[in-house]
């Protein structure tokens, strides 16, 4: 955890109502896909949460940080008028993020079990399945990353209302060995919804996007993380304002999530 | 060298700047950013006998110049925070410490603040007669002067340490909740507790709490809660513990113009952690620069 200035580079609409904000500062903190930073807007009175996209450290310069939004309400708004050069001051290495061990142990128990049983175990080098909805791709896309340098073999649906609100399509293909992009009309990609994609046996999963997606994505798969939403009052764990319930007593969603393991969630 | 040592209720403090109860958790989260040890104390979160989860989310929402807050005293009930809490924060913070007290009937509140009392790092438990987010107890108890005497004359006949009555704004006249308290043997009052509030989204066209109702802190309160602290100084005779919506080195030296022995920072450690930090290294040039070499000739000096 810690509190540092960002320096915007870009602020660039990449969707429908949706900005690629690029920052460059001290983004040491910023290493674990699924975490976020709290973003102080100028003439609002708590942070913004948003989910770490992407991160390059850089030696001996300012690390690059990537964030992306969509324009929500006021917060958000005032976002997308930043220009380039604009000082932001952000509390970063906020919350757990993904665990993606978990499905490098995963990939290599199903090699096992696909030892013993042959069949019906899912696909020996399917580490991983990623489910975004929404803006729930921008966590994703750094996981994405990550997995394909640990050589976890990944498959990744994406689901948005319409072809306007696509984002990260291009940019996460080349990091998962199948990339299936589905709409809700069918204007880009499949007709439907995530959980129409989902395997029958779904190796490892992550997910990230509405809480309705999750708690389908949940029914469709035995074990995985996924990542959920609070109003947020401080981001780090000082004002009980992020509580959730789960198998494990209460939790703060801004410090022991915003991941939360499957057998852990209560709905 | 100016003096930013206070006695607050035969406690020394090193200076009077206490993070407020239920923005600070337990004391030990914002240590990442800095050492709690630069503290005059912490008011830990509001404690009940039993563990309580809270109201429903959202419990945050934002306001102009404030927030809204419905959390409900979440907290880990009173045997948790003495066994695993207390433990914790000692290693980040050596000071004594406030603890927060709240119960749902006077028994209750008699049962929490006896087992602080028996807490070593407890220098002085404050009673939460005044928290807008529980349907019994808290403010409801703490609206009516006669509430407040009766909560306050029993805690005060079991406790040996120092006791601090928190009190509401939400109410027809705080003096008289004040005097209330101070006649019941209180040592000290601590104020205000938030005021309570509601935002509605115009879209879903439906309360943003989960609660409905909920309880403004923030900048937005500050002169409520200094118009408060001045009333109140006028009519007791015991020290004031001033907070609501301080936000800088210069809300603080207010604060305590008007009355204030010490003061507690609330919301404002939850947009910046380092606010409380920010206030006390701001308090020497402040004071050099207003002629003042010790902080106490501030108490109260707005008063003719
Ligand atoms: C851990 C986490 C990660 C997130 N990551 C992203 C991301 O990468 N990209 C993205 O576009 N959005 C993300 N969100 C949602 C984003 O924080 C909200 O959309 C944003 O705060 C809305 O602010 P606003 O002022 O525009 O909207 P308003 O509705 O005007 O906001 C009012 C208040 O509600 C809060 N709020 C509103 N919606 C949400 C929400 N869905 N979740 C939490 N708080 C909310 C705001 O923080 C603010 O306090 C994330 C939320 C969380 C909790
Ligand atoms: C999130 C939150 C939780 C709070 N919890 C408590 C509590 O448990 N007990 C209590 O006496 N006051 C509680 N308060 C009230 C504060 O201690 C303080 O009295 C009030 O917020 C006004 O100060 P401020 O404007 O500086 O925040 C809480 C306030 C906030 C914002
Ligand atoms: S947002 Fe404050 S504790 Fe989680």
Redesign the interface.
Known sequence: MKQAYFTVLENTPVARGVYRLVLAGDASDCTRAGTFVNVKVEGFYLRRPLSVCDVYSREEENDTLVLMYKTVGGGTEAMSRLSSGARLDLLTGLGNGFESDNALKYADNARNRALIAKKDAPDAQDGALLVGGGMGAAPLYMLAKQLYARGVKTSVILGFNTLADVILQREMQPFCSSLTVATADGSSGNKGIVTDFIPKNPPYVYACGPLPMLKAVYDRCTDGEFSFEERMGCGFGACMGCTCKTADGAKQLCKDGPVLKREEIIW | MVDLGVTLCGLQLKNPVIPAS????FGY??A??YSPEILGSIAL?GTTEQPR??NQ???????????L?S?GL?NPGVDAVINEELPRLKSVFSGKVIANVCGFSVEEYVRVARRFDEAEQVGIIELNLSCPNVECGGMSMGATPSGVARVTGQVKKTVKKPVIVKLTPNTLDITALALAAQDAGADGVAMINTVLGMRIDIKKQRPVLANARGGLS??AIFPIAVRAVYDVYEKVNIPIVGMGGISCTEDAVEMMLAGATAVQVG?E???D??ACKKIIDGLPPLLASLGVQSITSLIGAAHS
Do not use: S, W
């Open positions: 239920g923005t600070y958790g989260g914002h990442a950013f979160k989860f809270g989310t959202p419990r945050v929402a934002e306001c102009p110049a404030g927030m807050n959390v979440q923030g900048r919301a450690n939850l947009r952690p380092f």
